[in-house]
């Protein structure tokens, strides 16, 4: 608008430029009208003019020489107008000004610091919801019967009886507070004051209503399982249980830790094996108390004796047996080791007794006896311990069958 403004011509003396026009007057007028080349050609005379506007000389227009009706496209400024309009170009598409009324494109949005002072007068006003009111804040009186959420001055206090008259104070009663506290009252007349002590009480208890049953008035009283809920492990962040409450009381382990029980409600840890030997887990007590646990490899002493039922010997063979011979002493139970003997020996299983090493003569093996000869000294040599015919004749196939082997291997004649 203020270019639009800029571009016109004031109604006083206004200086036009380019090739301003106006309505040629009638022939012989003479008023205040603009003149115009055609008006002027036209009422040429012989002699020069004599006035312009009834002035001589460099005549120069000055106001009130035009009126607006004069002036093409010109407003009558000093024309009454409708309150609250303003000389405007039209809203919402270019045209010639008009006066009209502001619209809201007429005016631009501005930021709250953009107005001078907005913020700072904002900042001094209390708001409508829930004012902070400071200073001495003032409001109209309600009526005296008023009862609802006007605000009460304080002459509307007083007009309901209010009075700022002393009282005597008599007495002063802090009232009962037992079992948690005994109270006194001291200066009751002139400025009370009241003071608590604590009530002594018994150990381990609390201030607590009844552990079941009906609600009742709370007294001090011990905890009971009922008052204590059922609480979730991860709300526990420090401490161990202690092994009475059901707990390690360990708070951290190593891989392959093992807990056992060092004395009495009481655990510890055994470390691991961490070398590379297999070792086993024992213990050994005194006969009334345990030891405790260790780690070791297996000894003779620790392997029980395996039955013949489950592929052993269900025997102990503490000695050295190399070279040794075990026999079946029953259908179902070995008999001892017949160790090696020093000197050339047979094996002789006599008529119901245990198999035995029976020493050879070195002449019983002579290369040029006979076979039917060795068979008769080997026969001779064992003769005296074998009294049985029947044991001799077996006795004598057994040799035989060694000395046929004996010559298959190339080791006699």
Same mark, same amino acid.
């Given at each position: ?17 380019? !090739? ?33 506007? *009834? ?8 106001? *009130?020489?035009? /009126? ?29 000004? +008009? ?14 610091? =953009?107005?001078?002072?907005?913020? !700072? ?28 959420? &006007? #605000? ?7 007009? %309901? ?9 008599? /007495?002063?009663?802090?009232? $009962? ?12 007349? $002139? ?8 009530? &002594?009480?018994? $150990? ?7 552990? /079941? ?9 011990? #905890? ?22 059901? @707990?390690? &009381? %360990?708070?951290?382990? +190593? ?10 409600? +009481? ?7 961490? /070398? ?19 780690? =070791?490899?297996? =000894?003779?002493?620790?392997?029980? #004796? ?17 070279? @040794?011979?075990?026999? =079946? ?8 080791? #017949? ?13 119901? *007794?245990?198999? %035995?090493? !029976? ?33 001799? %004749? ?20």
């Amino acid at each position: 608008m203020t270019s639009d403004l800029a571009a016109k011509a004031p109604l006083v003396s206004p200086a036009l430029t380019g !090739t301003p026009t106006a309505p040629t007057p009638t022939l012989g007028d003479n008023s205040t009208k603009i003149a115009t080349t055609a008006f002027v050609i036209a009422n040429l005379i012989p002699s020069t003019v004599s006035s312009v506007f *009834g002035r001589t000389g460099a005549v120069v227009a000055n106001t *009130g020489d035009y /009126s607006a009706a004069q002036v093409t496209n010109a407003l009558d400024m000093a024309t009454s107008r409708t309150a609250n309009t303003a000389l405007m170009a039209p809203n919402g598409s270019a045209g010639v000004p +008009t006066f009209r009324v502001l619209a809201a494109a007429d005016i631009p949005a501005i930021a709250e610091s =953009g107005v001078t002072n907005l913020t !700072t007068d904002l900042a001094a006003k209390a708001p409508l919801n829930s004012p902070a009111l400071t200073g001495t804040p003032t409001s109209t009186t309600p009526s005296t019967g008023d009862n609802n959420t &006007n #605000i009460a001055t304080t002459a509307f206090v007083k007009n %309901q009886g209010y009075t700022s008259n002393a009282g005597t104070v008599t /007495s002063v009663s802090a009232g $009962t507070l037992s079992p948690l506290f005994t109270t006194a009252v001291s200066n009751a007349t $002139t400025a009370p004051t009241i003071s608590f002590t604590a009530v &002594n009480q018994s $150990t381990n208890v609390f201030y607590a209503g009844p552990s /079941s049953g009906a609600p009742a008035a709370p007294t001090f009283r011990a #905890i009971s399982s009922n008052d204590i809920p059922n609480l979730p492990a991860s709300i526990i962040t420090s401490g161990v249980f202690p092994e009475a409450r059901g @707990g390690t &009381n %360990q708070s951290a382990y +190593t891989l392959g830790d093992i807990l056992y029980a060092s004395a009495t409600n +009481t655990l510890s840890r055994l470390a691991p094996n961490a /070398s590379t030997t297999r070792m086993f887990l024992s213990q050994t007590g005194n006969g009334a108390v345990s030891a405790a646990p260790a780690w =070791g490899q297996l =000894g003779q002493a620790d392997i029980p #004796i395996i039955p013949i039922t489950k592929g052993g010997t269900n025997a102990n063979f503490a000695s050295d047996v190399s070279n @040794g011979i075990l026999y =079946g002493s029953s259908p179902s139970a070995f008999g001892a080791v #017949i160790s090696a003997p020093a000197v050339p020996s047979l094996l002789i299983f006599p008529s119901g *007794g245990p198999p %035995q090493w !029976t020493a050879v003569e070195s002449s019983g093996y002579t290369q040029t006896y006979s076979t039917a000869a060795r068979t008769m000294a080997i026969m001779t040599a064992i003769s005296s311990a074998y009294a049985s015919f029947a044991d001799l %004749q077996m006795l004598a196939k057994v040799v035989n069958s060694l000395i046929n082997d004996l010559r298959f291997m190339k080791l006699i004649p």
